[in-house]
C-alpha cells in the first residue's frame, strides 16, 4: 500500500527478502470431489454429444451444447412457445451483432487478466449463433486424456464462447394454479337494473338476474 491507500507494484529489489525468499508449495493432495449435473437436467434437449476439455487445475470438464432456450436453467421458468421464440431471437442477434473490436484499450503496464485455455470453446458448425456449452460435469483427472474436438471445423470469424460453469439452481416451484375469470350477470327489479361482476355473482336481495 502507498500513502494513499493504494495498491501498487514493487520493484524487485524493493521486495522483502523474507517474501522473496519463500518457497510455497504445490499441494500433493487431490481432490476426489466431482460435480454433476442433477438428474432433472436430461429433461432438457442437448443439441450435441459429451465433449470434454482439459482445464490447467488438472480437472477435466464434461460440457453439452444447447439451444439458448433448451439450456437447463431457463425450465423452470415455463416459458410458453411464443416467449421462448422471442428470447431466441433476441439472443442470435445479441450473437451475431455482438462487438468484434476491442471495448477497452491495453493497460499501460501490467497485464490483462486471462481465460484458462481450456474454458474457451468454439462453437461446432450450425451452433454458431444461438447455442450455449453447458458444464455437466467436472473431476480431477487422474491423467491428461484427448480433448474431444467436434468434428465440424468452427467456423472462422464466430468468436469463441466462454463455456458456462453452472450456479446453485433453486428447485422448479410448483406451477400455479390459474386464475379464475370474473364473470358480468345483469340484474333487475321493477325498472332498476345492476350489472354485478365476480368469480361467483349473485343478485342483490329482490332482484333477479336477467335472462
Not at 87 to 92: D, H, S, W
Not at 200 to 205: F, L, R, S
Amino acid at each position: 500500500m502507498d500513502s494513499n491507500s493504494t495498491r501498487s507494484e514493487l520493484a524487485d529489489q524493493q521486495v522483502p527478502a523474507a517474501l522473496k525468499n519463500a518457497k510455497f508449495n504445490t499441494s500433493t493432495t487431490k481432490s476426489t470431489f466431482v460435480y454433476k449435473y442433477p438428474s432433472w437436467w436430461d429433461a432438457s434437449p442437448a443439441a450435441s454429444e459429451d465433449l470434454t476439455t482439459q482445464l490447467n487445475d488438472g480437472t477435466t470438464v464434461v460440457y453439452r451444447w444447447y439451444k439458448f432456450v433448451d439450456q437447463p436453467a431457463l425450465q423452470r421458468f415455463e416459458l410458453n412457445d411464443s416467449e421462448k421464440g422471442n428470447l431466441q431471437t433476441a439472443v442470435i442477434k445479441m450473437q451475431k451483432d455482438w462487438a468484434k473490436s476491442p471495448m477497452m484499450a491495453e493497460p499501460s503496464k501490467g497485464s490483462l487478466v486471462s481465460f484458462d485455455s481450456g474454458l474457451l470453446t468454439s462453437p461446432p458448425k450450425g451452433f454458431e449463433f444461438g447455442y450455449v456449452p453447458i458444464v455437466i460435469k467436472q473431476f480431477m483427472s487422474a491423467e491428461a486424456t484427448p480433448i474431444v474436438t467436434p468434428t465440424a471445423k468452427p467456423t472462422a470469424t464466430v468468436t469463441p464462447t466462454p463455456i458456462v460453469t453452472p450456479m446453485p439452481i433453486a428447485t422448479p416451484s410448483a406451477k400455479a394454479s390459474p386464475v379464475a375469470k370474473k364473470v358480468t350477470i345483469t340484474c333487475v327489479k321493477g325498472k332498476s337494473v345492476k350489472k354485478v361482476t365476480a368469480v361467483a355473482p349473485k343478485c342483490p336481495v329482490g332482484f333477479k338476474k336477467k335472462a
